[in-house]
């Protein structure tokens, strides 16, 4: 067995002012500069893209006042993927840490919003029954997790770095080395679905999903940076990923509809 694991240490330096809610609905989102739904170089798009133009509703009470989440809803690991899933040791691959805020369209965080993630192995395989990558499973590693953000919309978790993996879009084709995202906000129509990148990735200019999005800057926002101050000294590297649930700024992926 392993020895006992130091306590996972929240590594920001500053505080933000908290969030303040504020009355009416969200924000209206900007769809000109979201990818299209119809991208043939991304294969898939071809079949589940909308057939009929999408319509445009207001928000409903119901939309803009829940969910709540609280702590009770998460366990000691559920921020800690490489304890969280451990059964004789720790799961192989680069310990990293993942950190940044869940801000609204004006840039004030969102607290006790509920962050999801998930994410392949170190090797690049995700432990599910669908994945036959020849990249074997760790035992050590589930590859899901769970944080809620804090008053000032403050989350972070601790994990190992998620491999590359080949897929079947065009010959040779690969995914950038990534995790996935979802973000519920303070109602059901902030709720964002998404994927974070690592700074320098050569694998991110030329893949097909991502070469869909058209706003370079867009793109940047879905690129963690590399975030030495926030690291654990001999133990984890540190990337800064924050989300903007709606709004011109807000994060976004591929060409789905859900959440953007």
């Known amino acids: 067995m392993n020895a006992q694991a130091p306590a996972l240490q ?14 009416g609905g ?21 079949l589940r893209s ?5 319509l445009s509703l207001e928000n409903s009470v119901s939309e803009i006042t829940g969910p709540v989440f609280g702590h009770n809803d998460l366990g000691p690991l559920d921020n800690d993927l490489i304890r969280n899933y451990a059964k004789d040791g720790d799961p192989v691959g680069e310990r990293i840490i993942v950190h940044g805020r869940v801000l ?19 090797g690049g395989r995700y432990r599910h029954k669908k994945d036959t990558y020849l990249a074997p499973i760790d035992p050590n590693f589930g590859g899901c997790g769970r944080a809620l953000s804090d008053d000032a919309g403050y989350y972070y978790f601790r994990t190992v770095k998620p491999g590359p993996y ?4 065009y010959v040779n084709s690969w995914r950038p080395a990534h995790i996935h995202f979802s973000v519920f906000g303070s109602g059901f129509a902030q709720r964002l679905i998404t994927q974070m990148y690592f700074e320098g990735d050569p694998l991110i200019p030329i893949c097909p999903i991502l070469t869909t ?26 990337y800064r990923f924050d989300i903007v649930l709606r709004g011109a700024r807000s994060t976004y992926f591929e060409n789905r509809a859900e959440g953007n």
Do not use: C, M
């Open 10 to 23: 929240d590594p920001r330096l500053n505080r933000p002012e908290p969030f303040t809610a504020r009355d």
């Open 26 to 46: 969200f924000f209206q989102r900007d769809r000109s500069i979201h990818p299209p739904a119809h991208a043939p170089g991304y294969k898939s798009s071809v």
């Open 50 to 54: 909308p057939r009929q133009a999408l």
């Open 104 to 122: 609204d369209e004006t840039g004030r965080g969102v607290p006790n919003t509920l962050v999801e993630f998930w994410q392949a192995n170190a």
């Open 166 to 169: 080949p897929w079947r879009n």
């Open 213 to 238: 999005i058209p706003d370079k800057d867009a793109l940047d926002r879905l690129v963690a940076p590399l975030d030495l101050n926030a690291s654990t000294p001999f133990d984890s590297l540190a």
